[in-house]
């Protein structure tokens, strides 16, 4: 059974920084896809950012040049590094991975951006 378990969230002061993590319990190299989306308060859920089937990295507009996806394929492990955070960044954060049949969320981890 596939897991994606998130660590990392927590709160932060506007301007901070925060690394998430999303270790898989298979092979990350398994997945068309793979990344990080999130829900904030009042909104719908969000493409963050991913690694897509080719390789390359797909970044929704507003975290452009302060996110970061990164893999580490030993550990089967995806990063979110975030820098210069601002609160309209508080919200959950889900690791989310794209199989052959279905997609796979994880429970979510909550990031607080005090201004």
């Known amino acids: 059974q596939v897991q994606l378990v998130e660590s990392g969230g927590g709160l932060v002061q506007a301007g901070g920084s925060l690394r998430l993590s999303c270790a898989a319990s298979g092979s990350i190299n398994s997945y068309k896809n793979i990344g990080w989306y999130r829900q904030g308060p009042g909104k719908q859920r969000e493409l963050v950012a991913i690694?897509?089937?080719?390789?390359?990295?797909r970044y929704t507009d507003s975290v452009k040049g302060r996110f970061t996806i990164s893999r580490d394929n030993a550990d089967n492990t995806v990063f979110l590094h975030m820098m210069s955070l601002k609160p309209e960044d508080t919200a959950v954060y889900y690791c989310w991975a794209l199989g052959d049949r279905r997609m796979y969320w994880g429970q979510g981890t909550q990031v607080t951006v005090s201004s």
């Open positions: 690694f897509t089937s080719d390789g390359s990295t």
